[in-house]
């Protein structure tokens, strides 16, 4: 059912700007193995089992975000997603977790077709372990340098993600990043990109630069597969883009990655958290790498108390800039038909 009451149309549509998206997409679509080349952004507690297979049913490519979860809970995870759909999807690894070995064991044990890597260089042998399970490896890539680095460790696939998402996020809008890494390696790696995109015009554009696809989180957050609280939903239909701010850092020792969310009172409890850890590591209570997981765990905490119980004034609300264009709750399908369709227009319209 669609937001009004209708049942969402998710026939394929014909005609020269789905050609155009379709060839556009090829290089997306053959490496995912589903029918557009969209891939559900890893958001923790939302990308779950039932969001994960509604994006693949409905013909994009849903991803797990681990986060923090330990090898027991991914196994769980993939297994129950499995049982859930027949169609390809993929898991999200964080690079920094102190498990990562562990996770990349529990992805091939179920035969997990492709990994996602995020949070900068992943450690020692990750990479070729990964590959050698058989799963193709797709990594997030913030700077050119970046990107040069992972082709030659021989990843498959690219994300470019800007400053413009929700959680996580670097120093970078989207659009200039296209244009610093596109124009260099999208003829020789697949490149999806990330951050800030909400209708189908962008994805047009972003494909005509030379991605092979996209990236979205947020406009997926209040489908109605999302197990998201309804409070949480609420918070991100009433949004403006406006409302999407970046946390602040307040002690440059702390290796903080900005985190974009909607503004509440975790704003300033984050605050309050950076220097109670500060003042750990000025007292040598703490080392820099364990200051940096506090930091970690406090974010899942924070996080889960807004998407599961609904706190969203003391949890954290995590949003991208594109909260704005979240306009109702409706059906996976029929947020990717509407995207596909807008693309598919603007592409149309330019001949």
Known sequence: MSGD?????????????????????????????????????????????????????????GVIACGAMGPELLDTEIAETKLRTDKPFGVNLITMHPQLSELIDVCAKHE????????????????????????????????????KKLMRSNVDALVIEGMEAGGHIGPVSTSVLAQEILPHVSKDIPVFIAGGIGRGEAIAAYLEMGAVGVQLGTRFVCAYESIAHANFKKAF????????????QIDARLPVIPVRALKNNETERFAAKQREVADLLDKGGLEMAEAQLQIEHYWAGALRRAV???????????????VGMVKREEPVAAIIQELVEEAAAALGSRG
């Open 5 to 61: 009451g209708l049942i969402a149309d998710t026939r394929p549509i014909t005609g020269e700007g789905h050609e155009r998206l379709k060839a556009l997409m090829n290089r997306g679509t053959e490496l995912l193995g589903c029918e557009y080349a969209i891939l559900g952004g890893a958001m923790s507690w939302v990308s779950e089992r039932n969001l994960v297979a509604a994006i693949s049913d409905a013909g994009g490519f």
């Open 112 to 147: 997990v077709g492709h990994v996602v890597l995020a949070g900068g260089l992943p450690p020692g042998r990750a990479i070729d372990r990964i590959k050698e399970s058989g799963a193709k490896l797709i990594a997030f890539a913030p700077a050119l340098s970046l990107a």
């Open 237 to 248: 239909i009433r949004a403006s883009a406006r409302d999407a701010i970046l946390s602040v």
């Open 308 to 322: 599961i119980d609904g706190d969203i004034e003391s949890g954290s609300v995590m949003a991208g800039q594109s």
